[in-house]
């Protein structure tokens, strides 16, 4: 969590649109059985959560 403090709120956009891009590759390569690693989904949704917790803790 400490390293999501550390940036800046662009930052953070950023990497919740790139997560969000590849969240939705990942479902896509679930659909057509690709995906070995299930788990990716679930952290990458984590992920999302974590930044988007902090844009909000920022803009308060």
């Not at 969000?20 to 479902?27: E, G, P, T």
């Not at 057509?32 to 299930?38: A, D, E, P, Q, Y």
């Given at each position: 969590m400490?390293?999501?403090t550390n940036k800046s709120r662009e930052e953070l956009n950023r990497l919740v649109t790139?997560?969000?891009i590849k969240l939705q590759a990942f479902r896509f390569a679930?659909?057509?059985g690709k995906t070995k690693n299930v788990k990716e989904g679930r952290n990458l949704r984590k992920e999302i959560a974590r930044a988007l917790t902090e844009v909000k803790?920022?803009?308060a």
């Amino acid at each position: 969590m400490s390293d999501y403090t550390n940036k800046s709120r662009e930052e953070l956009n950023r990497l919740v649109t790139d997560n969000r891009i590849k969240l939705q590759a990942f479902r896509f390569a679930m659909s057509g059985g690709k995906t070995k690693n299930v788990k990716e989904g679930r952290n990458l949704r984590k992920e999302i959560a974590r930044a988007l917790t902090e844009v909000k803790a920022k803009n308060a």
